[in-house]
């Protein structure tokens, strides 16, 4: 392995041509990593900016979070001349790590940044989308958008999208919709990201206006638009308005594109606003069922009083999480049949199921009743 070392010139070579290399690509664990780290380094190769690249992205790519310190170590002691790509790896890697308590590691990605401006290394699309993922507040997001802008970038559209996006999640609607309306161009993405967008903080109305201007211009309905509606529906519990939508939905999806996702939203949906033969129909003709789909079913009954329906889609259910027993709990609970509700905790513990905080709760105010 030395002489091929010694017969391979990183500094030219971008090819896999290192043994060491080849096994770092087909490496699967933290100890073989690190192996072939310690036999990189003997070589000398380790320093050279290409193998680098490679250790890089496994310790923060392909083993994140587990050689995240090792990583970090490369990068500061060992890295002398890092690239666009390795900077866009430890910006991605700083990015999944922004929910830590540390407040280094909040601090990381801005740090990576203004040292890759110093080293007059040019960001790209990538760079930004980590940016974008590793600010918590607006303020630092509005800095990050006035650098796409500097950078000429704006006009891509994933990263615009991301942008509009992050906007939406921060909760400054207005300055999302000036985005998506000075774009000339606008994709079902970038529609179905201001639809959520507007769901989700709150704005029914303005939802299905947006709506119903985008389907004018004929832009497509998949199924994160019909989940984004029936969620707009369920909220304020308006029957006539989400069997609408179903409509809407039957009519411009094809049957082929219905997911799991969207029928669990009409389920969901229609037991919200009490239409609970609505929903066991759209269950009976449903092709596939997860533990949600049954929970809907439950908690739908419960809500309408109808513990008897309730009941027998719980024991129905193929299998039952904590949430399936709580929801059953909750309903024997709220129509005072305690017998009941002692039976079926007895049950939850035989089965092995842990309670939470909502079991207690639950059995807490039973208690007191």
Known sequence: MAAAGRAWDPTVSLRLGHPALVLLERCRGAAPFRAILAHLLRLGLAFETFPMSRLLHFATAVSSPRL???????FHHFTPRPNLYI???MLSAAAEARDSSSSSQRRAAALLYRSMLASSVHPDERTFL???????????GRQ???????????????LRNSMIKM???AGDVETAELMFCSTPVSDSASCNIMLSGYVNQGCTLKALRFF???????IAVDQYTAVALLTCCGRPKNALLGRSVHGVVMRRMDPGDWRLILMNALLDMYAKCGEMDAAMRVFGEADEKDVIS??????????????DLASKYFFEAPSR??????????????????????ELFSDMLASRVIPDKVTAVTLISAATS
């Open 68 to 74: 995240a310190r090792e990583a970090e170590l490369l």
């Open 87 to 89: 900077y866009n790896l």
């Open 130 to 140: 980590a940016l974008l993922r590793s600010v918590e507040r607006l303020p630092a």
């Open 144 to 158: 990050v958008h006035a650098h796409v802008v500097t950078s000429g970038l704006h006009s891509r559209v994933y």
């Open 167 to 169: 906007y939406l999640d």
């Open 212 to 218: 119903r201007a985008t389907a004018s211009r004929g």
């Open 294 to 307: 049954w929970n809907t079913m439950v908690a739908g009954f419960v809500n309408a009083g109808k513990l």
């Open 321 to 342: 999480d904590l949430i399936s027993w709580n929801a059953l709990l909750a309903g024997f609970m709220r129509h005072k049949d305690f017998s009941a509700m002692i």
